[in-house]
């Protein structure tokens, strides 16, 4: 269905390579990376971490191996973290700390994704025998549950800089770092200079077909590679994905300022729709989360109906939408999209029937999951 029609903002993952990008990927220099001799991978290493500011990085498959690298590295099993309630790190990476690493998460009051000093405070468990052992603060930025929010730069050094005097250890979930760098003007380096490490996502905005990588101390790489190792995420050849992340760092960030553009033009085309709320002032990057009004219906059976009239739309929330803009939907297609959804509303869709297992029918039968990517 829709294989050539469809519009997809279901999130910025669904992105295939271009033209450009598999020259790339065709043309890289490869070798074993798992002993360090894959010089398109030391190469895209050394990138990252220098534009970032730290020492080292390391490749890793996904964010959510290159996060649980982080958490691993930082925190002993009994430890526990503290992040917003909505975070990536604790809601959507298959409960990853505990499986993986036996820390526990402990949620912050937070504003729109974003942590600060305030509620913070008091928030470190003392050093008591009964108690976990509070090590590591976990930031997101830009936000993705909290609506692609971006940290104000006094605000992510203040608390980084709050976590680090606290004895913590601060780690950056940067999946969508380079949408915060576009949409803030400040560069990667600033924005991480008080976290200790950074995963930051090729997959996302960027258009990669995979990788992330996470940054940091030479000392802290050190330690995630052996965790990367653990986690099955060492590789061999692995320059032929590290290329296209060289190509995207090269050629596909600055572009994302489109994207951020065509996702206020979305939230403006949708903003009059009775039922329908949405703010565009808040709009700050690449995602919109708008509400359903429950009189309309439900945001999943919004989502089935849009999906039948060629638009794919993430149901998050029983009566919130998220939509993605990314390179492969431009201006028509979210002006495209939001015309569907006015219909959508002024057809009338309470009475639509959600299967089971959620709003949209594939091939493979009905699916609805990886929402929160
Ligand atoms: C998507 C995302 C991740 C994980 O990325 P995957 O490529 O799905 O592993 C981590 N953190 C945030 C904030 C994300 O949005």
């Not at 992340?245 to 951020?260: I, K, P, S, T, Y």
Request: aromatic share 4%.
């Amino acid at each position: 269905m829709h294989e050539t029609t469809l519009i997809n903002l279901y999130s910025d993952t669904v992105t295939k390579p271009t033209a450009q990008m598999r020259r790339a990927i065709a043309e890289a220099e490869v070798g074993d990376d798992m002993v360090g001799e894959d010089p398109t991978v030391n190469r895209l290493e050394a990138m990252v971490a220098e534009l970032l500011g730290k020492e080292a990085a390391v490749f890793a498959c996904s964010a959510t191996q290159a996060n649980q690298m982080a958490v691993r590295t930082h925190c002993l099993a009994g430890d526990e973290l503290l992040s917003a309630a909505q975070s990536h790190v604790a809601c959507s990476e298959a409960g990853g700390p505990a499986a993986l690493s036996g820390v526990t998460t402990r949620a912050i009051p937070d504003c729109n994704g974003c942590l600060d000093v305030d509620v913070l405070e008091g928030q470190i468990l003392p050093d008591d025998q009964h108690l976990c052992r509070t090590r590591l603060l976990v930031l997101e930025n830009t936000t993705n549950a909290g609506g692609g929010r971006v940290y104000p730069l006094e605000q992510i050094q203040r608390v980084g800089r709050w976590g680090r005097e606290n004895g913590l250890k601060v780690h950056l979930d940067g999946a969508r770092l380079f949408n915060a760098v576009v949409a803030s003007g400040h560069s990667a380096a600033e924005i991480c200079q008080e976290v200790d490490t950074v995963t930051v996502c090729f997959s996302k905005g960027l258009g990669c077909p995979m990788g992330a990588a996470l940054v940091g101390s030479k000392e802290a790489i050190a330690k995630a590679r052996r965790a990367r190792k653990l986690l099955g995420g060492a590789l061999r050849q692995a320059g032929i994905v590290a290329a296209a992340a060289v190509h995207a760092l090269e050629h596909h960030v600055a572009r994302l300022a489109v994207d951020h553009e065509n996702a206020g033009a979305f939230a403006r085309a949708i903003v009059d729709i009775d039922g329908i709320s949405v703010d565009p002032g808040e709009i700050e990057t690449n995602i919109v989360f708008f509400g359903v009004d429950p009189a309309l219906g439900t945001a999943k059976q919004l989502a089935t109906r849009a999906y039948r009239e060629g638009l794919k739309i993430g149901a998050l929330r029983s009566q919130a939408i998220r939509i993605c803009t990314h390179l492969d939907a431009d201006l028509d297609d979210v002006l495209e999209a939001a015309k569907i959804i006015r219909r959508c509303v002024r057809e009338g869709f309470a009475e639509t029937v959600v299967s089971a297992a959620g709003p949209y029918e594939s091939s493979a039968g009905t699916v609805d999951q990886n929402a929160r990517a």
